[in-house]
Structure formats: C-alpha cells, structure tokens
C-alpha cells in the first residue's frame, strides 16, 4: 500500500491505497473538491465541516439520481449502459431459444 497526500480546500490528508487505485482516489478528490469549492463560493454555506457535508450530500444525490448536468454520473453514460443491458439481455434470450436472431445486438 502506498501513502497519497491528498489536499482538499487547502488542508492536508493522507490516504492509504494500492497502486493501481492512485488515479481514480485522485479523480475522486478533484471531484469533492470542485464541490467544495462551488458550494463555499455561493456563500450560503459557511464552516469547512458544513461544506463538506453539503458536497458530500449533494455528490451521493447527483449519483444516485443523474442529476448533474454537467458530466454524467461518474463519468457513466446512463443511456449507453441501458441500451448495452438491453442489448446483453437479447442475446442472452436469444442463446436460450435456439433458431431466434438477436435484434439490434450490438453492444456497441
């Protein structure tokens, strides 16, 4: 396990993770920190403690809902995994019915 130095908002954190988790932790906190700083920059919310709370809660919405408008839900294309499901499920109905052609198949 390595050791990051992670800042958030001008104080410091140290996280341990495995090697291969770097870019994505760093991703994450790149996130959180665009968050922070939006919300402390509306000044509706004040005390590092609440801001936090307040990205955190509305990341763990945006989430859950698909509500942020500016990237997809992290970093996913809802529709293009639904239209893949969709496409996996054809394929599988069809392997379970022999002679039947999947319709519009492609996962791609």
Do not use: W, Y
């Not at 770097?22 to 920190?33: D, F, K």
């Not at 945006?62 to 509500?67: F, M, N, Q």
């Amino acid at each position: 396990m390595d050791t990051l130095l992670l800042k958030l908002m001008g104080r410091e954190f140290r996280i341990s993770c495995k090697p291969e988790e770097r870019a994505a932790l760093q991703q994450a906190v790149n996130i959180v920190e665009t968050k922070m700083t939006s919300i402390r920059n509306s000044g509706r919310v004040v005390g590092l403690d609440n801001i936090a709370v307040m990205a955190a809660l509305q990341i763990a919405h945006e989430s859950l809902t698909g509500s942020n408008q500016d990237k997809p839900v992290l970093g996913l294309d809802i529709e293009s995994i639904e239209r893949k499901i969709e496409a996996i499920e054809q394929l599988v109905d069809a392997s379970l019915t022999p002679g039947e052609a999947p319709k519009n198949a492609s996962l791609f």
